[in-house]
């Protein structure tokens, strides 16, 4: 596993919950829109923990747009427990 990538990535998710969390209680006006770049902000650092999990440094660092895309994408390989 690619502890330094997966942490980076956690590390962001976290940040961005606890930074949207913040907003939505402070702020009477947050609404769907502020929602919908934050909650995707947050899945794109958790997905790519995943995704990118074990990706050695040689290959995270230089990054594309293509990695970029596909490490965000919802993971196929997760098995939900709502799908058991």
Do not use: C
Not at 34 to 41: A, P, R, T
Not at 58 to 67: I, K, M, T, V
């Amino acid at each position: 596993m690619n502890k330094r990538l997966v942490t980076f990535h956690l590390s962001e998710a976290q940040e961005q919950l606890r930074d949207m969390l913040e907003e939505m209680s402070k702020d009477p006006e947050y609404d769907y829109g502020e929602y919908f770049v934050h909650i995707q902000h947050l899945y794109h650092h958790v997905n790519t923990a995943w995704n990118a999990r074990d990706v050695p440094d040689s290959e995270a660092e230089p990054g594309s747009d293509e990695l970029f895309k596909r490490w965000g994408r919802f993971p196929r390989d997760l098995l939900l427990l709502v799908d058991t």
